[in-house]
Structures are given as structure tokens and as C-alpha cells.
């Protein structure tokens, strides 16, 4: 059975530092790509990072260095966020992401950033 489960989302200042945590349960890491999304109130989803294999990192414009995404390419998948700001106030997500197999979502977690 494959599951997605965030953790590690919460408030934070501007200029602070999260780090989140996706528990993947039933998925190959070396067939599947992994992602985190994020969706802002009134807004759509979108892609912040990427990783496959292990070690090959695409990341969103947006992102500029902030972000480091990161997997033992086995259970765990982290972003670390750095010099948070208040535009990056969003529901988190961990997919698992094949280009012929379903897609696989965790529940979300919530970041605020604020001071």
C-alpha cells in the first residue's frame, strides 16, 4: 500500500528556516520522481522542487537558493526551506510523480509566515 506522510510544517518568521519531512511507504524511489508542491490560499498548486534518483534537483523559479530538496532515495524525502518569506505561506505536498503509473499525494502541511 503506498502512502505519502508530510511532517514539519508550522510558523515561521520571515527570514527563518523550515525543514519538512515526506515518509513514502510502497514507492520506488528509482522509478519515481519526487516533488513538493505547494498551493497558497486562492491559488493553484505548484511545483517547488523535484528529485529523481536520488541527486538530479530541478527547482522553481521562485525558489532563487532558498530551497534544498533532498532523498535517501529509499523512504525519506526533506526540503529545507532558509530565508523564508511571507509569500511562501502555503499547504506543503509530497507526490511521487511516474510517467505512466498514477501519481501519489501526501495530505499536506501548513506553512505560515509571518511575523
Known amino acids: 500500500q503506498v502512502r505519502l506522510a508530510e511532517s514539519g510544517g508550522g510558523l515561521a518568521q520571515p527570514g527563518g528556516s523550515l525543514r519538512f519531512s515526506c515518509e513514502t511507504v510502497?514507492?520506488?524511489?528509482?522509478?519515481?520522481?519526487m516533488a513538493w508542491y505547494r498551493q497558497a490560499p486562492g491559488k493553484q498548486r505548484e511545483l517547488v522542487a523535484t528529485?529523481?534518483?536520488?541527486?538530479?534537483v530541478e527547482y522553481a523559479d521562485f525558489v532563487q537558493g532558498r530551497f534544498q530538496i533532498s532523498s535517501d532515495n529509499r523512504l525519506w524525502v526533506f526540503l529545507q526551506m532558509n530565508n523564508l518569506r511571507p509569500e511562501d505561506t502555503a499547504d506543503y505536498y509530497c507526490n511521487a510523480h511516474h510517467p505512466v503509473l498514477a501519481d501519489f499525494w501526501g495530505q499536506g502541511t501548513q506553512v505560515t509566515v509571518s511575523s
Open positions: 510502497g514507492i520506488m524511489h528509482s522509478v519515481y520522481t
Open positions: 528529485i529523481a534518483s536520488g541527486d538530479k
